[in-house]
């Protein structure tokens, strides 16, 4: 424990990362005047935020009345409620009460605006709503955000991950859009700073309270104060090896969909270090990864095509489930990874699924080694290491189901969420030649942490608050447990609890 000491800087409000549920929390803190400071670790804002599709679950607010969308408070508590257990009751009516006021306090200010765009919620539960309830921002014009802004943005991940350049001049949008939307809110309170390149590792506390952080900028040692509170907004541990062993986080690091250089989880430890309690500390939010060329995976779904098989060659679960479900399926069971997706040529060799970054030319691919192409499915599972007979009557099984247009073995056609990317959702495989990707457990970052209220305050062990500490987004542990409900709730359940933080801090 760091006590009392001199500040290189100091401030009312530090939040610590820059994704949507830090800049949330930032840009109300900064509204309310209070002097707020955002303390990110990389040169660019926006985390794995900035990669996202920008939906936010946030239910029962005027964008969704505005569109017509048939959702309500008490329609989105029927589906929570029918699919997490008691221990999230506190939780989940803070969030539900709070999140319409929260979107009209966003939509207050001109920068912030917002737009229904249907995808459909991840379960088939009472109170699921026809086309989902999530909504995006609307796309941004850089020049509304200038150079200086736009300059502190991370680029798409298509690009970030390639290292390329990228249309600097193109409109923002999904997550690049919330990131940029919330940040020129921040900016045009006038009581918003940035600090990048700034990594936290420590918290400085009294015997009372937590006093501020303890950072290094650029090989310095810095101590930067805060007067009111702090905030730990940093993404989950995902990118870091050691913390996921410990904790049995299945995957790995390298497979985690956060951009490179983020996520490590030192504010974790650091309140840790502080006596702060976590809880669900092995869970993430799940996907499956198709493997690139450049030896990562991409976050895949929206199969049209194909079937996934194991190690065996046998199919394990429906294709087309929502991508946290299907991750959940490849983790039941050590031979399902890798896993195959295995299809035929009416795609040219393209694969039949949606995929970010997009999977690309299928010939970069043949050349790296990530698709296998055969004349004939025996030749298929030679190459793969797979059961030749179990591989060709698991195809010729699904051809059946193909052809009846019902999956007999897992309703793949069931859902609407299979049927968002495309229809049919069940083609026969049958056309040589025949092609194979692998598949990988990928994640979108992790979901345990720091166990907090629903002021979003970090609590100890023993349930009292540690004073001046908040944390939201995956620094902290997701209410929703092992469920991902619907699209938007990462990003949602973040800003909703860091606005929580900021109005505690405020009052
Ligand atoms: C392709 C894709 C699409 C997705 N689409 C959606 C969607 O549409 N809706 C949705 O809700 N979710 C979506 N997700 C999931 C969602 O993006 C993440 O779960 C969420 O953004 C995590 O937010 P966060 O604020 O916790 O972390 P992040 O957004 O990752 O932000 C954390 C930031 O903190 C910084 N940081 C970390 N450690 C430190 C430190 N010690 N000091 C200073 N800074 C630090 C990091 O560098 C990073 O910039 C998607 C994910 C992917 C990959």
Known sequence: MTHEQEWDEEYDVIVVGSGGGALTGAYLAARAGLDTVVVERTGRLGGTSSYSGGAMWLPG????????????????????????????????????AQAPALVERLEQDPALTFTFQAFPDYYERPGRVPGGRSFVPRALDPAELGDDLLALIRPPLDRDRAGQDHDTSAPLT??????????????RTGHGAVTT?????????????????????????????????????????????????VHGVPGRSDCSMAPAGTNLGEPVEAAVALGAATDLMHEGWWCPGVRMPDGRPAFVCGFTGGLVVDANGSRYANESLPYDRFGREIQAEPDRTPSFVVYDSRTGGRLPAVTQPPWGDPSAHLDSGTLVKADTLEELAGILGVDAGRLTATVARFNSFADNGKDEEFAREADEFGHWFGDPVLRPVREAPYYAARIVLSDLGTKGGLVTDTSARVLREDGTPIAGLYAAGNTSASFTGPFYPGPGIPLGTAMLFASRATADMSA
């Open 197 to 245: 390149d700034t990594v936290m590792d420590e918290l400085a506390a009294t015997p009372r309270r937590v006093t501020g952080i303890l950072a290094t900028r650029q090989g310095r040692r810095i101590r930067i104060g805060a007067r009111r509170g702090v905030l730990l907004a940093a993404g989950g541990f995902e990118h870091n090896e050691r913390l996921r062993g």
């Open 174 to 187: 999904a997550g690049r859009a919330l990131i940029g939307r919330l940040l020129l809110a921040y900016h």
């Open 61 to 96: 607010s005027p964008v969704q009345r505005r569109d017509g969308v048939p959702d309500s408070t008490e329609s989105a508590r029927t589906y929570l409620r029918a699919l997490l257990d008691d221990s999230a009751e506190a939780k989940l009516e803070t969030f539900l």
